[in-house]
């Protein structure tokens, strides 16, 4: 089993609706990230955690919430689905206290039509 | 800020050639530089990562990165290219502030030739 599950790993959805990505993990890592993948981009942060009661927007946040309901789950929702929201959407950890080496599940592929 | 730039969004080598992917980046405290991996329809995996110490560091898979202060450069590479090469690379660095949030580059895609 993985040691970060996201889902869905795929999902079409309509403009305007509301979508729910979901992510947990097993690692016991104290932080967690929600990432963007856009072709020719790289990776854009998109909120992260260092712990339950903490939650810090990224680079890209305008658009998306999340929530942090455990040390274990951390969810992204998107409240109104546009088109340039479709892309590859990692969730990442990393543990307190080493160098920032993060570990990603393997990706939610979301397509708003 | 802190800026990553990948030069060459595409990179072909043949099998058994040297791999080499640049990459230079802009930091305002002093860096911690970090190279993924990601495999077609994977996440990201950690190839290597420098944060202090010795500038030449060995990763998985035979690569290996140096750190170039003079240069702010991080380049990769492997002597030898494998056909299980093929991927796209991410090099990353941290942010300035006590987050250190990772800010990443635009990828380069790895093909091996036979």
């Known amino acids: 089993d993985a040691d970060v599950t996201q889902t869905p790993r795929n999902r079409i959805t309509k403009t305007g609706k509301r979508i729910m990505l979901e992510c947990s993990q097993t690692?016991?890592?104290?932080?967690m990230y929600w990432y963007r993948q856009d072709p020719g981009l790289g990776l854009r942060l998109i909120y992260y955690?260092?712990?339950?009661?903490?939650?810090n927007k990224g680079e890209i946040s305008d658009g998306y919430s999340v929530s942090r309901q455990a040390q274990a789950k951390f969810s992204l929702s998107l409240e109104s689905a546009i088109p340039n929201q479709t892309a590859l959407y990692f969730c990442?950890?990393?543990?307190?206290?080493?160098?920032?080496?993060?570990?990603f599940g393997e990706g939610s592929w979301l397509t708003v039509v | 800020a802190q800026s990553v730039t990948q030069l060459g969004s595409h990179v072909s080598v043949s099998e058994g050639a040297l791999v080499l992917l640049r990459c230079n980046y802009s930091?305002?405290?002093?860096?911690?530089l970090f190279w993924y991996v990601q495999y077609p329809n994977q996440g990201l995996q950690l190839l290597l990562k420098?944060?202090?110490?010795?500038?030449l560091v060995k990763g998985i898979n035979g690569f290996e990165a140096e750190f170039k202060k003079s240069e702010t450069s991080f380049h990769l590479t492997k002597p030898s290219a494998h056909m299980s090469d093929a991927a796209e690379y991410f090099c990353?660095?941290?942010?300035?502030?006590?987050?250190?949030?990772?800010?990443f580059g635009s990828g380069t895609q790895l093909t091996v030739l036979p």
């Open positions: 990353a660095v941290t942010g300035s502030g006590s987050a250190r949030q990772l800010t």
């Open positions: 930091s305002s405290v002093p860096p911690y």
């Open positions: 420098y944060t202090t110490g010795a500038t």
């Open positions: 690692k016991g890592h104290d932080r």
């Open positions: 990442a950890t990393s543990p307190t206290g080493e160098t920032n080496t993060i570990y």
């Open positions: 955690s260092f712990d339950v009661k903490d939650i």
